[in-house]
């Protein structure tokens, strides 16, 4: 009798590529505050869900990325109750969003643009959201906590990379 990996149950998989992947994913979220508090530096500014997510793929395949967008930030909250409820939501629905547009859209136009919008049309949900969350009282807060700028910076960098190892994995994409 064979024991399967947890990867293979969830994504029909043992590589031993996507078990990596996959735990240096959870790592680095579960380790990320840590991290943050004894640099002093702000590391949530450079997305590490989303990047976590665009890492799983440019290098897995489309089941597993789509499993990382949805478990990671219930990891997250799971772990360190961070973030809350509403914001793992939302954030959850961001991931989605920027994995299933650029699925659709990397089939009409290049990698970068395809991700690039797909992670800009994805903020603007979230962005959309978190407003109307903070309208009924369900959240509090800023609305934009990480400067835009920064936010640009990390859309382009995570854009450049998903296009030039999107492209050299694409023979493992399902």
Known sequence: MKTKFLAHSLIGTNSPQTVLIDFLAISIIYFLPTLSHLTS??????????????????????????????????????????????????????????????????EKTNKFISMFLSIVFSKIIYYALKYVFIQVNIMDGDLISTPLIIQWLVAIGLSLYAALMYERTKNIQT
Request: proline share 6%.
């Open 41 to 106: 530096l702000p590391l949530y500014f450079i997305e590490p869900m989303r990047l976590a997510v665009i890492f799983c793929l440019a290098h897995t395949n489309r089941k597993n990325a789509v499993v990382i967008a949805i478990t990671i930030p219930l990891f997250s909250l799971v772990i360190s109750s961070h973030p809350a409820i509403f914001k793992t939501v939302l954030i959850t629905v961001e991931l989605l969003i920027n994995l299933l547009l650029f699925y659709f859209l990397v």
